[in-house]
């Protein structure tokens, strides 16, 4: 059974900066020779949204509103999947959730999408 755990959510003021983390269980981002991974974000009452993804190959793609703030990354030796967020802005709060395309399509588009992480709160706020 793959799983997706998220960590590292929290409260922070304007420009700060923030770390999540996406701890993969039950499926092994080097052995597999294609995936992509994503970070969506969901503010109360608005649509997910995708924020960053990355593939196998390590091609990164990211909504422009994130551009130059978002850092998305891999880590094959602890199999986790991470979003370094700086210059955090209030538009930013949100449940940031991981997911999982088993086919590596690289999309930010929900649908496209396999497994998912419960999800980690950032807030964003003076």
């Known amino acids: 059974q793959v799983l997706l755990e998220e960590s590292g959510g929290g409260s922070v003021q304007p420009g700060g900066s923030l770390r999540l983390s996406c701890a993969v269980s039950?499926?092994?981002?080097?052995?597999?020779?294609?995936?992509?991974m994503c970070w969506f974000r969901q503010a109360p009452g608005k649509q997910r949204e995708g924020v960053a993804v990355i593939d196998k190959g390590g091609s990164t793609r990211y909504r422009p509103d994130v551009l130059g703030r978002f850092d998305i990354s891999k880590d094959y030796v602890m199999n986790t999947l991470t979003l370094q967020m700086s210059g955090l802005k209030p538009e930013d709060t949100a449940k940031y959730y991981c997911?999982?395309?088993?086919?590596?399509?690289?999309?930010?588009?929900?649908?496209?999408?396999?497994?998912w992480g419960q999800g980690a709160q950032v807030s964003v706020s003076l």
């Open positions: 039950g499926f092994s981002m080097r052995d597999r020779d294609r995936w992509s």
């Open positions: 997911a999982l395309d088993f086919r590596g399509r690289g999309m930010l588009d929900s649908a496209w999408y396999d497994i």
